[in-house]
């Protein structure tokens, strides 16, 4: 079964150095839309800071297969009346 690596870069990178052992790169692309959802629901508010967030998921040998990419950016002053 195919290793992955799911490494998040948002500052405060976090490289995954044991991976996940998944059936195919579909279940890995699943698997990364439901951890990008718990990592940035953790964040919270801290996530609208504009800060770039980004995933890139890779094989053992370290070839990225896919990035999610992701941004938020708060204008506090389209909601002032």
Do not use: C
Not at 26 to 34: G, L
């Amino acid at each position: 079964m195919p290793r992955y690596f799911f490494n998040v870069f948002d500052g405060a990178d976090v490289i995954d150095e044991d991976g996940t052992d998944l059936p195919d790169m579909y279940v890995a692309q699943a698997q990364a839309i439901r951890m990008s959802g718990e990592l940035l629901r953790e964040m919270g508010v801290k996530y609208w800071d504009g800060t770039h967030w980004r995933m890139e998921v890779s094989n053992i040998k370290g070839k990225i297969l896919f990035v999610l990419q992701l941004s938020a950016h708060e204008y506090p002053s389209l909601l002032d009346p």
